[in-house]
């Protein structure tokens, strides 16, 4: 199953071959390297070489954005009421993964059909599109990233959306040691959205792996759901992962305790020159039965 964000109007895939994406971010073209796309571009347009933006990866690691016709350095998107700050960084990036409104908009419905207030933890929550979905949707949300930064841009986020005043809490903080403080204080939560990295390092030196850590932290953040949870969702970029994996570990997890429904699949974006699909990750969902 694959799981489409096309509903977007302020942002487009417009073409991607040949190892990269060009895409309009509201008025700002942006052409920018991708590994998933590995078939050839059929004819590199006028568009591809006036992009506004294209960013060049370097032989040593990184790479650098050739600015090729003056835009602002940030800039704000909408996605229905919902708007996000847009500015190009480094390693390519732009503070937005537009593939993920298809979640935004799955969470919203449940919240908004659950008919009861929603606690939400948002973990390796990042500039928060899920948070200020969620928070839009009505739910109380709990927004976590250890990166200062990326909890100031969420922050702002949440202002730009209009939703300043809902009851979101940002924190700046290591993720596992958060939800094993949560668990301490005894704080529960009736929907868990995370989206862990392949590879990181804690404030300590500690070594986070997907492949070793993501089952046991799972696990963990059982201990924070609520008696009656909405739903659970396990995003993740990592190559090479199958969504069945992340299937196998509601399913050993929240499943064997809550019963429920799981969904899983990928995640993807329309190409409008093409009419394909690109893929742009995976997902798990779980949710309470009807």
């Not at 929550?125 to 930064?149: E, I, L, P, S």
């Not at 959205?193 to 070793?212: A, F, V």
């Not at 064997?256 to 190409?271: D, H, N, V, W």
Request: glycine share 8%.
């Amino acid at each position: 199953m694959i799981f489409v964000a096309d509903k977007w109007k302020d942002y487009e895939l417009i073409d991607a071959g040949s190892g990269e994406r060009l895409e309009r971010w509201g008025k700002v073209i942006l052409r920018r390297p991708d590994p998933q796309i590995i078939w050839p571009l059929e004819k590199e347009t006028t568009k591809w070489k006036n992009a506004d933006a294209h960013y060049h990866r370097s032989s040593t690691g990184g790479g650098h954005w050739e600015i090729k016709n003056k835009h602002p350095e940030r800039w704000n998107i909408s996605y229905g009421d919902l708007s996000f700050y847009i500015r190009p960084t480094g390693f390519k990036h732009t503070g937005l993964f537009p593939e993920q409104a298809a979640n935004w908009n799955w969470m919203m419905e449940k919240i908004m059909a659950a008919g009861r207030p929603i606690r939400v933890l948002n973990l390796f929550a990042y500039t928060g599109g899920a948070t200020v979905a969620c928070a839009y949707a009505g739910a109380q949300v709990c927004h976590v990233d250890a990166a200062k930064g990326m909890v100031q841009w969420a922050k702002e986020n949440l202002h730009l959306s209009g939703l300043g005043d809902r009851p979101v809490r940002f924190i700046t903080d290591d993720v596992f040691k958060f939800v094993q403080r949560e668990i301490r204080r005894g704080n529960k939560y009736d929907a868990i959205i995370m989206d862990p990295p392949s590879y990181g390092r804690g404030p300590n030196g500690e070594t986070w792996k997907l492949e070793e850590s993501l089952y046991p932290f799972v696990e963990t953040c059982m201990e924070v759901l609520s008696d009656q949870p909405l739903f659970f969702l396990i995003n993740s970029y990592t190559t090479g992962l199958s969504p069945t994996v992340l299937h196998n570990i509601l399913s050993l997890t929240i499943s064997m305790r809550y019963g429920g429904k799981i969904t899983s699949g990928e995640i993807g974006l329309p190409i409008s020159t093409s009419r394909l699909i690109l893929p742009a990750g995976i997902l798990a969902r779980w949710e309470e039965e009807a």
